[in-house]
């Protein structure tokens, strides 16, 4: 059976859809969902906690770097292989590369997959507001499948009732899956590239297991999973190998090179 996807976006980095993302694996994956696990773009650093989530490698799907047979191929694999794929984004949902500043980006992503979109939300500091915010992001480019929301870091139950109850009367098609609470003991530790990668993070598996009772506890999953869809992508023809570079390539993947 193929699998189906969703991706874990966020307005902008730092809304914590890392740890949101790889406590939801870890969730699904204690629960005896077969669980794979995708990021968007280069990034060589938040794949670890996903990785450590799941103790399944985490795939790379880079729209800027890889020929769209490559990406297709990988696309395929990840859902011939699992239930589910959770793919998290790269910083905001609209935030790539290129003359628009969004080639390449998770919102790109997801109109080329047809993965639908999970927005996290820091909720820090807002209330109703939070409607506007989601209205803008629905609207910016409807073509972008935005399904639904997770609020995060919210202070107590009357704070996580004002955010519902703003994004349901202005987005009621928005599905609203739950309020992560404020912890501290989700934090974790960051420097000059983002986040310590999760091997070399004293905090990283204490934090994805309390993220993932976290979701158990606040998050409905059932209907998160109902949101997942399969790839639009057709099947990727066999892609023709690239011609040799004349030198081997190393990757230098140790303490030194993080």
Not at 93 to 104: I, P, Y
Not at 245 to 252: C, M, T, V, Y
């Amino acid at each position: 059976m193929t699998g189906r996807g969703l991706i874990l976006a966020a307005p902008a980095s730092g809304s914590g859809k890392t740890l949101v993302a790889a406590g939801l694996a870890r969730y699904l994956f204690r629960r005896g969902i077969s669980v794979a696990t995708a990021k968007a773009g280069p990034d060589f650093i938040d794949p670890t906690f996903h990785a450590a989530a799941t103790g399944k490698p985490c795939l790379n799907l880079d729209l800027w770097g890889m020929r769209p047979a490559t990406l297709a191929a990988l696309v395929a694999e990840l859902e011939a292989h699992a239930d589910i794929v959770l793919c998290e984004g790269v910083m905001g949902l609209f935030d790539g590369t290129g003359r628009d500043g969004e080639a390449g980006s998770t919102a790109e992503l997801a109109r080329v997959t047809g993965w639908p979109v999970l927005l996290v939300i820091d909720a820090r500091g807002q209330g109703a507001s939070v409607a506007a915010l989601l209205q803008g992001f629905a609207s910016h480019q409807p073509a972008v499948p935005l399904a639904g929301v997770i609020f995060n870091r919210v202070l107590n139950e009357r704070h996580g009732a004002l955010l519902a109850g703003a994004a349901a009367r202005h987005l009621p098609r928005l599905a609203c899956l739950g309020a992560l609470p404020a912890d501290p003991g989700l934090a974790l530790t960051s420097r000059h590239l983002g986040l310590v990668p999760a091997g070399e993070n004293g905090d990283a598996e204490a934090a994805i297991e309390r993220c993932a009772a976290h979701i158990g506890a606040c998050v409905d999953v059932e209907r998160l999973l109902s949101l997942a869809l399969g790839s639009v992508l057709a099947p990727a023809a066999r892609a023709e190998p690239v011609p040799p570079l004349g030198q081997h390539i190393a990757i230098a993947r140790d303490d030194a090179f993080c």
